[in-house]
């Protein structure tokens, strides 16, 4: 079985604070995706990343970056943090990137900036 | 600009009826679909997936797919109150390479 470990599952942290959030996966899956979920907005695409090193803008990138320095892990950095970040954060992964291949989601990260 | 178009809910149902859960994409080269389900702060977690057209069963759900409609369904049968979740549709984009797009999720409410 897949298993996708969010190093926190709650974050409370000040604004302009730098935040990391880490995310580890155990199934040697090539592709990695940070979302965001918010009440009414779903499930929203921040970053995603395909190889080591490598990274893809998503459809809300404004405010974070990320860094994958090693396959298993991908982290998703908040360089200063703003409550408009206070959100429920989820981490995935998968084998492929597109056809048939699902994500599989760690348990998130409920971030509170204050 | 891509979307998954999910009906918010709540879709109410008694125990033991039919729940059937519906979602539109607007993406006419989209090749593979998703459906999750996602309990009050949890993760979402994976049902199943189809990518042919028709029907997919896997035990109590199926799901169906008409690529010419662009539209996907989630059929739930004898549903249980512990089927009370938000569903959330997911299509893939139509290049390699791409990541899956979510519908915003449908509220499921079984009573007992």
């Known amino acids: 079985d897949v298993k996708v470990t969010q190093s926190s599952r709650y974050l409370v942290k000040r604004t302009g604070e730098k935040v990391f959030l880490e995310c580890v996966q155990d199934?040697?899956?090539?592709?990695m995706f940070w979302y965001r979920q918010d009440p009414g907005l779903g499930l929203r695409l921040i970053y995603f990343s395909y190889d080591v090193k490598m990274k893809e803008k998503g459809d809300i990138p404004e405010g974070y970056s990320v860094s994958r320095e090693k396959k298993e892990r991908f982290s998703l950095i908040l360089e200063s943090a703003s409550t408009n970040q206070t959100s429920m954060y989820l981490c995935a992964s998968s084998l492929f990137l597109g056809y048939n291949s699902p994500l599989h989601f760690g348990n998130g990260t409920r971030l509170t900036v204050t | 600009q891509k979307e998954v178009e999910q009906n918010s809910g709540p879709l109410s149902v008694p125990e033991g009826a039919i729940a059937s859960l519906n979602c539109t994409y607007s993406d006419r080269g989209s090749q593979s679909f998703f459906w999750y389900r996602q309990y009050s702060g949890k993760s979402p977690e994976l049902i199943m997936f189809?990518?042919?057209?028709g029907d997919k069963e896997d035990g109590r759900f199926t799901a169906q797919l008409n690529k010419a409609s662009q539209y996907v369904s989630l059929l739930i049968r004898d549903s249980q109150p512990s089927d009370s979740a938000t569903y959330l549709c997911?299509?893939?984009?139509?290049?390699?390479?791409?990541?899956?797009?979510f519908g915003k999720g449908t509220t499921l409410s079984v009573s007992s």
């Open positions: 189809i990518y042919s057209n």
């Open positions: 997911a299509v893939n984009g139509d290049q390699a390479g791409t990541a899956l797009i």
């Open positions: 199934m040697d899956h090539e592709n």
